[in-house]
């Protein structure tokens, strides 16, 4: 499987972006997609992942009720709408996949797409 990410850019504080991770290869295989972000000098962290067959969806705290994912299985494609950008939200965004596997793990990343939020 391989993954592309794009959509990064630079926006100011309250502005949105959407983020799009496009799958190839053996998709069939894909149990779920990821985002996860990390910022200068900080850790890699997750941000919300969906499931790639049933939809459910999760988020971590800091942008529950500002960022929603989704996916379109026709194109291969998840998305990640980013709503009331904050500073703080600025980092290297990637997305990842779990295949379908007793013990899955993000083991297929895309290359990172830069956002950068403007105060």
């Known amino acids: 499987v391989q993954l592309q990410a794009s959509g990064g850019g630079l926006v100011q504080a309250g502005g949105s972006l959407r983020l799009s991770c496009a799958a190839s290869?053996?998709?069939?295989?894909?149990?779920?997609v990821g985002w996860f972000r990390q910022a200068p000098g900080k850790e890699r962290e997750f941000v919300a992942r969906?499931?790639?067959?049933?939809?459910?969806?999760y988020y971590a705290d800091s942008v529950k009720g500002r960022f929603t994912i989704s996916r379109d299985n026709a194109k291969n494609t998840v998305y990640l709408q980013m709503n009331s950008l904050k500073p703080e939200d600025t980092a290297v965004y990637y997305c990842?996949?779990?295949?379908?596997?007793?013990?899955?793990?993000?083991?297929?990343w895309g290359q990172g797409t830069q956002v950068t939020v403007s105060s």
């Open positions: 290869g053996l998709t069939f295989s894909i149990n779920t």
């Open positions: 990842a996949a779990t295949m379908h596997s007793p013990t899955p793990r993000y083991d297929y």
């Open positions: 969906i499931n790639w067959s049933g939809g459910s969806a």
